[in-house]
């Protein structure tokens, strides 16, 4: 596994890569590396020839520099994984190589800054829009692979490729889950183990709020559960939880069983923010 810190030490393998016609597959990630990450890796080399693992902290992408500032890094037992997988490269920036200067440009992704991750966390998907824009020009991928637990991240990337034609095709892997069903997430890390119990709650009411559809009870009346199970956890408080469309991120008012629709929560345990969601008609 070769370890490469700028562009221009990728840059000649990917001219070697170029002469022998072989695909790059990337897999960018901030590390703290679960086996959700293990899981992209996995899908990127069964569907590419070369594997690329990005590991880059992005401090443009956090909203909250306390946030930043304890984002958890493991990152020789991240290599060590990685090497256990067969990875042909770990791409591992130093900040001052990714922004020798503040960026000057920011991306507006329009209606979904104003949903969801893009109304809480102001600046954020500014802050992913510009790495993964870097990452995509540095190592060139002809597939880049991401997590479905990100699914606004997903809608923004999309849109990111869309919009500016970039070359490169996206894998979307589905959501990597604990035994108890806690989705996989660098942040559980550094959950306290009261924390973690109560954590449940997350995948908790989406599975509860999507039996309660598909048993026609009404959106709101299923919110109000919702809010009553977070009342009864110490730890835990609810930021959102919405009914949307999982691809233009439109919030529902009621839920229609003819629509695409997916729930989406955000909640604290303590000072840690997770996320989750949950496809209810795919
Ligand atoms: O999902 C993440 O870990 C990050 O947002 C990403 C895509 C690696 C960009 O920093």
């Not at 256990?84 to 440009?105: A, G």
């Not at 597939?143 to 990100?150: C, E, I, R, S, T």
């Not at 009621?254 to 496809?279: E, H, M, T, V, W």
Request: charged share 25%; proline share 5%.
């Amino acid at each position: 596994m070769h370890i490469v810190y700028t562009g221009a030490d990728w840059q000649k393998y990917w001219l070697n890569s170029l002469k022998s016609d072989k695909t790059i597959g990337l897999v960018p990630t901030m590390g703290a590396l679960h086996e959700g990450h293990l899981d992209l890796v996995r899908k990127a080399k069964s569907e590419t020839d070369i594997v690329v693992v990005s590991i880059f902290v992005n401090p443009t992408q956090f909203n909250n520099q306390e946030d930043y500032d304890n984002y958890p890094t493991t990152i020789n037992e991240d290599l060590d994984k990685l090497r256990k997988e067969n990875v042909d490269f770990v791409f591992l920036p130093k900040t001052e190589t990714i922004y020798p200067e503040k960026p000057e440009l920011s991306i507006n992704f329009g209606d979904l800054e104003n949903v969801l991750e893009g109304a809480f966390r102001p600046g954020h998907f500014n802050g992913v829009g510009i790495i993964v824009s870097k990452l995509f020009n540095i190592i060139r991928p002809h597939k880049a692979f991401f997590g479905q637990k990100d699914l606004q991240q997903t809608g923004i990337i999309k849109r990111l490729v869309k919009d500016l034609s970039m070359d490169v095709q996206l894998v979307i892997v589905p959501t990597k889950r604990e035994n108890d069903g806690l989705a996989m997430s660098s942040r559980n890390l550094r959950l306290s183990s009261e924390e973690r119990k109560q954590a449940l709650i997350l995948i908790n009411s989406l599975e509860k709020a999507k039996q309660e559809l598909l048993a026609s009870k009404p959106w709101f009346e299923v919110q109000n559960h919702i809010n009553h199970d977070f009342e009864e956890m110490p730890l835990a408080s609810l930021e959102y939880f919405e009914l949307i469309h999982p691809e233009s991120f439109t919030r529902y008012s009621a839920f229609d069983a003819k629509q695409k629709s997916s729930i989406c929560i955000a909640a604290y345990l303590g000072k840690i923010r997770l996320i989750d969601n949950l496809p209810i008609i795919p």
